[in-house]
């Protein structure tokens, strides 16, 4: 972009978001939809976190990483879902300078922190596979710490680098960015000078996050492969496989986007398509990944039925304090724990008979 002496000294207040445009009529149903993605997102990763933070079963470096796994899913969908669904309300979707600056850092740091968990996940997996006797000496409790506090301390210090570089540079006369959040490479744009560096210091910082941690995630599950192939047991190949399934669909999902959108041949890269893979990675996958990892996983089903008994009981108690409260609070109160018992009795008794068929498998 060509810029003049007045655009160089330019510093604008906010800026412009050109991001999801369609019909006037369409802004109501894509902003339900979007809203109910990003709910199901928020409850779904809380959930994880929660559950593998209090429950006891669930005290193992796998669901370590998980919890992380998730704490990272709902750092980056947080940092851009509420301020896309406010844009839905408003005819002109803008964001102000230094929202945008800290919208951008968060976003980089909890992504490129989610890069490295999924392989240190990916190690966690080789070791419990290929050396199951050692796994409790090799991933220590303070290994797990080290494995996820190196690429959080890593990630916020390359995306403070980056935003400072990209914010410290002179933009130009057009404030209007062709997305719907604060992403490099559209700002980039925007730049009067600099741009060159700025896109090879993100080129290099990009290959060096996704090429390492891509080739862990490949050898460990190259190495899981063949350790797998020379089980002479059916039944423990079969839970090989189910161990390694949720993470394998993940790692396709997640890496597949990232390389689909910053991997791009120079000549077919465009913003639209940009646009579609980042709606899919921040607003998708955060959503899938709970999904994902509970629904295939029954020690994730059974902490969650330990949880709906320990809450079941909370309620219990409060049916009989609630007769001590006035008549119109007594009614809603009781009202409320019945719902809520009958709910979380059919959670229950669900998760009770997945149990005892799961015992009755492994008496057989």
């Given at each position: 972009m060509a810029c003049t002496e007045k655009h160089n000294l330019t510093r604008w207040k906010e800026f412009i978001l050109l991001g999801i445009t369609g019909p006037p009529?369409?802004?109501?149903?894509?902003?339900?939809?979007?809203?109910?993605?990003?709910?199901?997102?928020?409850?779904?990763?809380?959930?994880?976190?929660?559950?593998?933070?209090?429950?006891?079963?669930?005290?193992t470096p796998m669901y370590f990483f998980l919890r992380h796994l998730a704490l990272t899913d709902l750092g980056y969908s947080t940092a851009v879902g509420p301020n896309k669904l406010v844009n839905f309300a408003v005819d002109q979707p803008t964001i102000s300078y230094n929202w945008c600056a800290t919208q951008l850092t968060f976003f980089s740091m909890f992504i490129t922190t989610e890069i490295f968990i999924l392989s240190a996940m990916a190690y966690d997996h080789y070791v419990a596979i290929c050396n199951p006797l050692l796994y409790a000496v090799i991933?220590?409790?303070?290994?797990?710490?080290?494995?996820?506090a190196i690429p959080y301390l890593y990630s916020i210090l390359l995306?403070?680098?980056?935003?400072?570089?990209?914010?410290?540079?002179?933009?130009?006369?057009?404030?209007?960015?062709?997305?719907f959040y604060c992403d490099s490479l559209p700002l980039i744009a925007l730049l009067c000078s600099g741009t060159h560096e700025i896109k090879l210091i993100i080129l290099i910082f990009s290959a060096f996050n996704l090429v390492p941690s891509l080739l862990i995630v490949l050898v460990s599950y190259m190495l899981i492969l063949v350790a797998v192939l020379r089980m002479n047991s059916t039944e423990g190949r079969h839970k090989a496989f189910s161990t390694c399934g949720s993470h394998l669909t993940v790692i396709v999902i997640f890496y597949g986007t990232l390389f689909f959108m910053y991997v791009q041949p120079k000549l077919s890269h465009s913003f639209d398509t940009d646009k579609i893979a980042s709606l899919f990675y921040t607003v998708v996958i955060p959503m899938l990944n709970p999904m994902i990892y509970s629904l295939r996983n029954k020690e994730v089903k059974n902490a969650l039925y330990?949880?709906?008994?320990?809450?079941?009981?909370?309620l219990f108690k409060i049916h009989y304090i609630v007769p001590t409260l006035g008549e119109p609070y007594r009614e809603?109160?009781?009202?409320?724990?019945?719902?809520?018992?009958?709910?979380?009795?059919?959670?229950?008794?669900?998760?009770m008979q997945e149990e005892t068929i799961q015992a009755r498998e492994r008496i057989v």
């Open positions: 009529e369409l802004q109501a149903p894509l902003f339900g939809l979007f809203l109910t993605v990003y709910l199901v997102s928020v409850v779904g990763n809380l959930s994880l976190i929660i559950l593998t933070k209090i429950d006891s079963g669930l005290q991933m220590s409790h303070r290994l797990c710490q080290l494995l996820v995306s403070l680098l980056t935003i400072i570089k990209i914010f410290l540079s002179s933009f130009g006369g057009y404030n209007a960015i062709r997305h330990r949880a709906c008994r320990m809450l079941a009981n909370v809603r109160t009781l009202d409320l724990c019945r719902k809520s018992s009958s709910i979380i009795a059919q959670i229950s008794d669900q998760c």
